[in-house]
């Protein structure tokens, strides 16, 4: 064979990063945690739809009253029947000849209740005991009787009296009214930030192990020959970050298609704004955690040391979480709550979400809530994109003088000389 | 030797308080097969670490074709590391196509490139299989394929024989003569001394970062004493002694191996030989490789004699 000579100017940085990203995402995707992992959590989001369809069946199912009137106490049926879908039950009404037949219906079962006596002052006969809201109903209908019989006695229309009890309001004047993206944002925003602390999780610690099994496998030394060090280590967190990503995509999107039919979640049109921010904060987020996770990951040459040697980063990732618990999400619930934060609390919030570790998930949680200059939000942006620069430039030299060190750990300072 | 292509010009390394590499220097010409031949830690690996660019070197050069070597033209390189390493559970075909395509091949050059290595390795039917499936030597094999299929211009391969059956060792010899006599120059390590006298045009010695002697074998040898056995069954004891610039190196029975210090001192040896009575055996003992490169590292002063000596038993045994 003739082997044709490759054009030895084919390999520019972004077709090397394509294809290191291309190789990690086709093995990524056959890999476990992808596989199993996606299967895993589609069949958790199916039984949670499920279970929450049955609960739910439950409360909705209005029940059906079966109820006897005997006597004067008749006079209550019709008001009865009248009223019972406003009060979230269905009710059936029969009139009963005699008090003793009713009683044996009752106990048989085939009555819920028997009610005799006087519209004013009724009787009710049942089984084993009233259900509460019948209960409720009827005593509202023996008051309002007794109501318009004293109102006819006094030469009032009881019709009259009613119209104007209606229309009694309260007027209420909203100073701070809240949109639906403000109380839908904190939760949204709650959403994407603990979804990107477990991603940063599950799928970091997939970088750090790539990053040691190529380190192990020794396969690095030929892959550094051809591709410079900032090449791989970007290639390998894109590949494996669209792999989180797809997985992500899959699970939000059965969650989706699970609970929305049944109503258990619905995604207002306010919130969508929310989610994108979500998702732009999220994407930057992991790359930043996961430059700095194959970067320190690299400092060792077996994959069982990974965890020890990404403990700062998993540290910082456990502070940014803290902070959100203790800072950001009190200072915003009492806001949307319609008070106003502590002015140390507040300010805290937006210094702490404009320094770059912190910003993905401090900013979506706040962006999220709506309320955020448009300057600190480009602000965090520009920091946090710099910041990435910064890592990729640190983390590789970083990756280039310890991926070819095997052996015992590397402390981080030698790494970063040269 | 041809024009050189790769010029390693006084390389300086040091790792701590190790000097590594001292001003290491030789050249390379086009289709020439170099072997590097020194004890462990002497500095050959690191040597072709800084050729490679994996490694940056404290001071010196290393140019190609003239020109100061660059991240392109070390893409023309096939590099075997001395750690053997691909990917355990990717598949061969998969991954040397994803290799080859990192050095700048398009995917149905490469895809042709992969099969046809696999080919002519005796691997063909086994790349659809996970590397890790493969025994020790075939994984051997794909790591040689891993070098060859982009067509370099230069082979830099260190230990390539090591862990290799004697098959796979003469397919391996025969693919580096193959790859130099086309034209393209193979640099690279080995511990087996007899297989690099046999195979290499030029041999290069380093021990503890310093090249020691550069050139063919037979100009290594032009270098060191001319060596005779001599048997004379009835020379008494200590006969050498009588010929002037002559030493006793060891004695066999009734034979001895003499060191002359000068190569005309030959013909007095043999006269002195023949006056002790019947002479069986007059041969010229051509040192070979391993006795070169021992005599030139003994000579070498320093704590690493002990190790080069240890590396030398090592690698003959």
């Known amino acids: ?418 | 030797m041809a024009e050189p292509v790769l010029e390693i010009d006084r390389l300086s390394k040091r790792y701590g308080s190790v000097l590594a590499l001292d001003e290491v220097s030789f050249e390379l010409g086009a289709g020439e097969l170099f072997g590097f031949v020194g004890p462990n830690g002497a500095g050959k690996t690191s040597t072709m670490r800084i050729v490679l660019g994996v490694l940056a070197a404290d001071s010196g050069a290393v140019r190609w074709r003239g020109q100061p070597i660059s991240f392109a033209t070390r893409r023309r390189i096939g590099y075997m590391p001395e750690e053997r390493g691909l990917y355990p559970s990717m598949g061969v075909t998969e991954q040397l196509v994803y290799l080859a395509e990192l050095h700048g091949m398009r995917a149905p050059a490469a895809h042709a490139a992969a099969a046809h290595w696999l080919e002519r390795l005796g691997l063909g039917d086994r790349g659809g299989e996970q590397l890790q499936k493969l025994s020790q030597g075939n994984q051997q094999r794909v790591q040689l394929a891993a070098a060859l299929l982009y067509s370099p211009d230069l082979l830099v391969l260190d230990e390539p024989f090591s862990g290799l059956d004697p098959v796979a060792v003469d397919v391996m010899s025969a693919v580096l003569r193959e790859q130099a006599d086309a034209g393209i120059s193979v640099l690279f390590s080995s511990h087996q001394l007899d297989l690099v006298e046999q195979l290499c045009d030029r041999v290069g010695i380093i021990s503890a970062g310093r090249m020691l002697a550069v050139g063919s074998v037979a100009e290594l040898r032009a270098g060191s004493a001319p060596r005779y056995w001599v048997d004379a069954p009835d020379a008494p004891a200590g006969w050498v002694e009588w010929v002037p610039g002559a030493t006793l190196i060891r004695q066999e029975d009734s034979r001895v191996l003499v060191e002359l210090a000068a190569p005309a001192g030959d013909q007095s040896l043999l006269q002195v030989a023949l006056t002790t009575g019947p002479v069986h055996e007059f041969r010229r003992d051509l040192p070979s490789l391993t006795d070169l490169f021992r005599s030139v590292v003994a000579e070498e002063p320093g704590p690493s004699g002990a190790t080069a000596q240890r590396d030398i038993e090592e690698a003959a045994s």
């Open chain 1, 1 to 418: 064979m003739s082997n044709a000579a490759p054009d030895s100017s084919g390999l520019s940085p972004r077709r090397a990063v394509y294809l290191i990203a291309r190789r990690e995402f086709a093995t990524r995707i056959r890999g476990k945690v992808f596989v199993i992992g996606t299967v895993v959590a589609v069949a958790l989001l199916a039984l949670y739809a499920v279970l929450q369809l049955a609960v739910i069946d439950r409360i909705n199912t209005t029940t059906t009253f079966k109820v006897g009137f005997s006597g004067p106490a008749t006079a209550l049926a019709q008001p009865l029947e009248a009223a019972s879908p406003s009060l979230g039950f269905k009710v059936h009404v029969s009139d009963i000849a005699t008090e003793a037949r009713g009683r044996s219906e009752v106990r048989a079962g085939s009555l819920d209740a028997l009610v005799e006596g006087t519209p004013g002052a009724p009787q009710v006969v049942v089984k084993t005991g009233i259900d509460p809201t019948l209960q409720a109903a009827l005593v509202s209908l023996a008051k309002q009787h007794v109501l318009s019989t004293d109102l006819s006695a006094a030469g009032l229309s009881p019709a009259t009296v009613e119209g104007q009890i209606n229309a009694v309001a309260l007027g209420v004047d909203t100073l701070q009214p809240a949109t639906a993206a403000q109380l839908q944002g904190p939760i949204i925003g709650f959403v994407m930030a603990f979804a990107l602390y477990i991603f940063i999780g599950i799928y970091g610690g997939v970088i750090g192990q790539g990053v040691v099994a190529e380190k192990a496998s020794r396969v690095v030394e030929i892959l550094l020959s051809t591709v410079r060090p900032g090449q791989l280590l970007l290639g390998k967190v894109i590949g494996i970050g669209l792999v989180g990503l797809l997985q992500l995509g899959i699970i939000a999107l059965c969650g989706l298609l699970f609970t929305v039919p049944t109503g258990v979640l619905a995604l207002p049109g306010a919130a969508i704004g929310a989610v994108l921010i979500g998702v732009m904060w999220f994407a930057l987020g992991f790359i930043l955690y996961a430059l700095m996770l194959a970067a320190t990951a690299s400092l060792v040459s077996r994959v069982e040391e990974v965890s020890s040697a990404t403990v700062p980063v998993t540290m910082l990732m456990v502070v940014t979480w803290l902070l959100a618990y203790v800072v950001a999400i009190p200072a915003i619930d009492a806001v949307t709550g319609g008070g106003a934060a502590s002015h140390g609390l507040a300010t805290l919030t937006t210094v702490l979400s404009l320094i770059p570790p912190f910003t993905p998930v401090l900013m979506s949680i706040r962006m999220a809530a709506g309320g955020v200059p448009l300057w600190q939000g480009l602000l965090a942006l520009v920091l946090v994109l710099a910041s990435i620069g910064g890592v990729t430039w640190l983390g590789a030299r970083i990756y280039a003088n310890s991926v070819l060190r095997f052996g015992a750990r590397i402390r981080i300072l030698d790494a970063l000389r040269r």
